[in-house]
């Protein structure tokens, strides 16, 4: 298959110059092993989704570590976290960097071997599926940001985007297999949730009911955009609240969604502090809504809800593709739901709104919300993403961008 270049290519490459172990987090087949054969060569790899390499890392880790010349990439490391303990002792023998390369699509186990075998060792990168900006090829690596300078630098570089080639990747998702050849998107996605339910979610978190595990996952892909109320999913899906709460940490965890967390300050006494639901790949809700093509999903009653989440989720790989691990983003909501501002990103002190709407005619009323920020005394330029076919001031500080420059 033909191997798409990846924007955290350059992030990958400043690790290697500074930790002597790096691992890329990641959900399933979104490129992880892909991108670290393609910057590196000669890497020796080892993969412990196969039994007998499991089983050994497990049983004689060391003898494990002496079977595999350096440097290494050990995929999927979350099946055998017992090993981290003794790849920090095998660093620590000398000082060479880039020793070894770890893969997981599982944080909850793994990262936590992390943070105590291999601190200040260990060189991490997030990486999501494929960008709008590497699917066009557009070669522009900056995070996302309202400030002038960025939108001049995007101006740069395309900026167009067509109505059909928008929703064929809100279809499709991000998967770099549906990309590098033709490949069918029910297919991929279906073999994609059993495999994802059978390797990670029984094998890892011992989910007793699996039927009942993608019956969630559906009631979660409905919901995409909105409010987490999981009293309300808990309730409808059969299952009890503590319960729910415990399978949206698994999936929060391995990559499959994102919780949008409130801006709640002491200023904004009537924040609601209830996260926001999205999907990291929009083609894997997609699927598991049961829309069937790109023009019926463009069309239909949630494609407010699946533009924003494509939205909210490029300006996110944006982010970590640029090595941040913590995007500064929020969003807001006052408890009577009256004042909402879809995202906020914290940006050298202050607060940049930015509502997101599918429409191509924008109104200067659809950004009347941002002025709630005013209280905080940190409310910056704000912008309104959306379809229309330039950027345009709505007034004094805030203004259109269209969809093209993420």
């Not at 599926?129 to 996302?144: A, H, Q, V």
């Not at 995007?154 to 297999?177: A, D, Q």
């Not at 499959?256 to 801006?263: N, R």
């Not at 926001?276 to 083609?283: A, C, Q």
Request: charged share 25%; hydrophobic share 40%.
């Amino acid at each position: 298959m033909a191997y798409i270049e990846r924007h955290a290519e350059k992030v990958l490459k400043k690790l290697e110059k500074n930790f002597k172990v790096i691992l890329v987090t990641g959900a399933r087949q979104v490129g992880k092993t892909t991108l670290l054969t393609n910057v590196r060569d000669n890497l020796d790899y080892v993969n412990l989704d196969d039994v007998l390499e499991n089983q050994m890392a497990i049983e004689d880790p060391q003898g494990f570590l002496l079977n595999h010349r350096k440097p290494t990439i050990i995929d999927e490391i979350q099946y055998a976290p017992e090993i981290l303990r003794y790849i920090k002792l095998e660093v620590d023998r000398n000082e060479e960097l880039a020793q070894y390369y770890l893969t997981g699509s599982q944080k909850f186990t793994l990262m936590k071997g992390v943070s105590e075998s291999l601190a200040g060792r260990v060189g991490i990168l997030n990486l999501l599926g494929l960008s709008y900006r590497e699917i066009k090829g557009i070669d522009f690596y900056e995070p996302f940001s309202v400030s002038e300078k960025y939108l001049r630098d995007r101006e740069r570089f395309e900026t167009e985007i067509s109505k059909n080639e928008l929703w064929e990747m809100v279809f499709k998702g991000g998967l770099p297999v549906l990309y590098s050849r033709d490949a069918d998107e029910n297919l991929i996605h279906s073999t994609y949730v059993s495999t994802y339910i059978e390797r990670d979610v029984r094998n890892l978190t011992q989910v007793g009911d699996e039927l009942l595990f993608s019956k969630f996952m559906v009631a979660l892909a409905a919901r995409i955009g909105e409010m987490l109320v999981v009293d309300n999913i808990a309730s409808e899906v059969g299952i009890s609240v503590a319960t729910a709460n415990r399978w949206i940490s698994i999936l929060q965890t391995s990559n499959i969604i994102y919780l949008l967390q409130p801006y709640a300050t002491t200023e904004l006494k009537r924040a609601i502090r209830t996260p926001k639901i999205y999907f990291l790949d929009t083609g894997l809700a997609a699927y598991l809504t049961r829309w069937k093509d790109k023009n019926s999903l463009a069309t239909g009653a949630m494609s407010g809800h699946y533009f924003e989440n494509f939205v909210v989720v490029e300006i996110l790989k944006s982010f970590y593709n640029s090595g941040e691990l913590n995007p500064p983003v929020y969003y807001y909501r006052s408890k009577d739901s009256k004042e909402e501002i879809d995202l906020i990103i914290e940006e050298n002190g202050e607060l940049h709104p930015i509502e997101i709407k599918e429409t191509a005619t924008p109104e200067k009323q659809m950004v009347r919300h941002f002025k709630t920020l005013e209280k905080t005394g940190k409310l910056g330029e704000g912008v309104l993403i959306c379809n229309y076919s330039k950027t345009l001031m709505l007034d004094e500080k805030n203004k259109v961008v269209p969809v093209g420059y993420l």
